[in-house]
C-alpha cells in the first residue's frame, strides 16, 4: 500500500471508474499511475472499495437481463462494430499502451491486433452458442441441450497486457450474454477506459462492460461477491492461486492463469543463427513483460558456445529507450520495484555461480525511465533462483544439457508450464517433443506459440488454475452453463401412473 495516497486534486489525469456507462471518479483511495520511459507520474487511478464493487455488481446484474434478451444476429452485428472501432482507433489505442507501459508503439500494435482476433471470433458467436438435439432418444422423447450466459463475470487482468488480455475476457464474456466487470492492472489502467467507450459506441449497452479499477481490496469483494458467479484472471502465480482458492470457495466458476518460466530447446541440427534471432525476439521483446518470453535456453550439446556467441552479438545492436521513439528496440520495465527485482537477479547471477556474459546494467538511458538492458546468463542450472524463478524482464539464461532426454527432463521438472519451443530441422524429434513435453502450448520452431483465434490460450501446472483456457472456443465453454431439456408431447389417452425410475426404452 506504499504507493497508495488519498484523493487530492492535482494536475494528473484523472482516471475514473466506467459504471453502468457513467464515468466515476475516486470515493477515496487512488494510486499512482508513471509512465515508465521518463519515470513521471501522469495519471491518478481510482481505488475502488468493496462497495463500489457491490453496486457495480447490482447495476451489471440489472442490465444483463435485458441483454441476454438480446438476438444473437444483434449481438453479433455489435461484435462486427467493435471490431471496426477498435481497428480504426488501433494508433490511438497502441500510444495509451506504451505510455503505461512502456512498450514500443510496433509492439502495443501487435497486442492490439492479438486481442482483435478474439473480437473477431466473436462475430461468429451464434455458431458457438449453438446447441445439440437428439430427435428419439426414446419412443416419442427428443433431447436438446441450451447454452445460457452465467450472469455478471469479473475479469481480473495483469499490467503486461493491458489491451489484449481484456479483449481476451470480456468480448467472450459479453457475447455470450453476460454483463462483464473488468477489473484491470491498476499500473496502466487507462487502455481498459478507452476500450470501454468503444464497446459503447458499438453499441453494447451500458452496465454491459464495467471498469472498477483497484488493487486487493477490490479483488478480494470482486472473490467475495454473491451477484458475480465466474471469475477469469490472469496475473502471477501467488495471486492466480489465491483467486482460484478463494473464488472456488464461494461457488464461482474460476479460470486462473499465472505465470510461467518459458524454455526454448535448441537442437543440435537447428538452424544456429535462426534459433539465435528467434532467442533474442522472444526474450526481450516487451523487455521480456510477457508471459510467453523465452527465459531460458536448454541448449543440447556442442552448440553452446556458438548459440551464445550470436545471441551476445545480436544484444549489441539492441536500442534501448523510450517505446514512444520508432528506433526503440525495446522499452523500460513497469515500475522502479520491477526494475529493482531484476537487477537483483542479473546482480545475484555470478554469485550463484552461472556466468553473466551480457550485463544490462550497462545500458544506461537518459532521464528517469526504470530501464535495464538486456541480460545474458549461461550455465545457469536448478537451484539458482535465476534458473527457478520467474523474472519478467529482459534476462535469458542458457541452460547446457547434454542430450534431449536431458533437455526435456528438465522443462517437465518445472513448476511452471505455459509455453515451450524446439529449435530442429528433424520432424521425429519435434514430433517426439511434442508427445513428451508436459507443457500447455508447443512451438516447433516457433518462440512464442501464442495459439490463434480459433483455439484457445491456456498453461499446464502452476500456469493455468482451473480447467478452460481462455479465448476462443473453450472461453465460449466457460462463460455459458449448459441446460439439456428432455421433451415429450404424449397423446393424453397414453397418460398413466408410473414410480419406477424413468428409462428410455
Ligand atoms: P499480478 O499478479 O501482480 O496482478 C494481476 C492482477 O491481480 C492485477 O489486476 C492486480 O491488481 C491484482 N492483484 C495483484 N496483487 C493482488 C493480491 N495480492 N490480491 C488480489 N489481487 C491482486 O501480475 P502482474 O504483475 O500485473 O502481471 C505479470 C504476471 O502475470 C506475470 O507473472 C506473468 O507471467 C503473468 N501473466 C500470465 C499470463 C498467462 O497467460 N499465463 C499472461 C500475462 C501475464
Known sequence: MSTTTTSTATSYAQIPHVIGGRKVAA???????????TGEQTGEVALASAAVVAETARIAAEAQVAWRETGLVKRQAIMFKLREVIANRADELAAIITAEHGKTHADALGEV???LENVEFCTSLMHHLKGEYAEQVASGVDVHQVRQPIGVVACITP???PAMVPLWMVTTAIAAGNAAILKPSERDPSAAVWLAERFAEAGVPDGILNIVHGDR???DAILDDPTIRAVSFVGSTPVAQHIYTRAAANGKRVQAL????NHMVVMPDADVDAAADAAVSAAYGSAGERCMAISVAAVVGEVADEFVAKVAERLGGLTVGDGADPATDMGPLITPDALDRVTGFV?????????LVVDGR????????FFIGPSLVDHATPGMRVYDEEIFGPV???VRVADYDEAVALINASRYANGVAVFTRDGGTARQFEFDIEVGMVGVNVPIPVPVGAFSFGGWKDSLFGDTHMYGPEAFQFYTRRKVVTTRWPDPSESQISLGFPTHH
Open 362 to 369: 550497462e545500458v544506461t538511458v537518459d532521464g528517469g525511465g
Open 258 to 261: 499465472g505465470g510461467a518460466k
Open 113 to 115: 491486433a492479438r486481442g
Open 27 to 37: 470515493d477515496g483511495r487512488t494510486g499512482p499511475v508513471y509512465n515508465p520511459a
Open 159 to 161: 499490467f503486461n497486457f
Open 217 to 219: 481490496e477490490a479483488v
Open 396 to 398: 535469458l539464461s542458457v
Open 347 to 355: 546482480a545475484g547471477a555470478e554469485g550463484e555461480g552461472a556466468t
